[in-house]
């Protein structure tokens, strides 16, 4: 192995740590389809970047906040259902990304390049992972409060709300990291999936949490192993590892 290859694979970790983490909570709260959203708004945001000549990063960080806003706006002030307007955000913005996107780089923003993260890349995925990790551990307590138990919360005078915001601008955060690695459209699929196994089997919500981050790394380390060994990119076998994991944890699920 490379020296860059290391270090893409330790980023690679960093990320699918807070990924375990991030989607333990989602699949919980019941916004997997909140996150999927997120994790493809990122590529308008990317198509008017490389249109315009700047860092695709900020592109895609513009639009992820600016979507994780728009999604809890959507949740907390509208009546309408909550399926219906975050359905047509994400088809608007899936719409918009392929058109503004040029098309030798679309398949690389969608899925992920075959190419190991640069040196300033893997620096920002290691420090945005750790900054994001801290977050989530620093709010551990109020936010598995607020998601096992909303009506304790606000009876606690917490900001569940507030709460929620945040959590979706982690969200966001953690799509931002990973997109270079596995695309904006598997990025959400590598948060879900593993999380969605780990649910399956774990009896508790702290184990469900370790759990959710361990098979989001092993399946991580499994795509960039893979993806080094047959130059293909790495996002999707580490998807379909976690989907493996999905399938075996069906035969031991929970009653």
């Given at each position: 192995m490379?020296?860059?290859f290391?270090?893409?694979?330790?980023?690679g970790v960093?990320?699918a740590?807070?990924?375990?983490?991030?989607?333990a909570f989602?699949?919980?709260?019941?916004?997997?389809l909140?996150?999927?959203?997120?994790?493809?708004?990122?590529?308008p945001?990317v198509?008017?970047a490389?249109?315009?000549h700047?860092?695709p990063?900020?592109?895609?960080a513009?639009a992820l906040a600016?979507?994780?806003?728009?999604i809890?706006?959507?949740?907390v002030?509208t009546?309408?259902?909550?399926?219906t307007v975050?359905?047509?955000?994400?088809t608007?913005?899936?719409?918009?990304?392929?058109?503004?996107t040029p098309?030798?780089?679309l398949v690389?923003?969608l899925?992920g390049?075959?190419?190991?993260?640069?040196?300033?890349?893997t620096v920002?995925?290691?420090?945005?992972?750790l900054?994001?990790?801290a977050g989530?551990?620093?709010?551990?307590r109020k936010?598995?409060?607020?998601v096992?138990?909303?009506?304790?919360?606000?009876?606690?005078?917490?900001?569940?709300?507030?709460?929620e915001l945040?959590?979706?601008?982690?969200?966001a955060?953690?799509?931002l990291?990973g997109f270079?690695?596995?695309?904006?459209?598997?990025?959400?699929?590598?948060i879900?999936?593993?999380?969605a196994?780990?649910?399956?089997?774990?009896p508790?919500f702290?184990?469900?949490?370790?759990l959710?981050?361990?098979f989001?790394?092993?399946?991580?380390?499994?795509?960039l192993?893979?993806?080094?060994?047959?130059?293909?990119?790495?996002?999707?076998?580490?998807?379909?590892?976690g989907?493996?994991f999905?399938a075996?944890?069906l035969?031991f699920?929970?009653?």
């Amino acid at each position: 192995m490379t020296g860059a290859f290391i270090l893409s694979l330790v980023a690679g970790v960093c990320i699918a740590a807070v990924a375990g983490v991030i989607g333990a909570f989602a699949v919980t709260k019941k916004m997997t389809l909140a996150g999927d959203v997120l994790s493809h708004v990122a590529l308008p945001g990317v198509g008017l970047a490389l249109a315009y000549h700047f860092s695709p990063t900020l592109g895609a960080a513009a639009a992820l906040a600016l979507a994780a806003y728009a999604i809890w706006a959507v949740r907390v002030r509208t009546r309408l259902p909550e399926e219906t307007v975050i359905g047509v955000i994400f088809t608007a913005a899936l719409a918009a990304g392929v058109l503004i996107t040029p098309k030798e780089e679309l398949v690389e923003t969608l899925f992920g390049g075959l190419r190991v993260l640069t040196l300033p890349e893997t620096v920002f995925a290691i420090t945005g992972s750790l900054v994001v990790l801290a977050g989530m551990i620093f709010l551990l307590r109020k936010l598995t409060l607020a998601v096992l138990s909303p009506e304790l919360a606000a009876a606690s005078r917490l900001n569940v709300q507030g709460l929620e915001l945040l959590f979706l601008f982690a969200f966001a955060a953690t799509v931002l990291l990973g997109f270079r690695f596995a695309g904006t459209l598997l990025m959400g699929a590598l948060i879900i999936v593993p999380a969605a196994a780990a649910k399956n089997v774990a009896p508790s919500f702290k184990f469900f949490l370790m759990l959710s981050v361990i098979f989001s790394v092993v399946a991580t380390i499994a795509g960039l192993l893979i993806g080094n060994a047959v130059h293909i990119s790495p996002g999707p076998p580490a998807i379909l590892v976690g989907v493996m994991f999905f399938a075996a944890t069906l035969f031991f699920r929970k009653a």
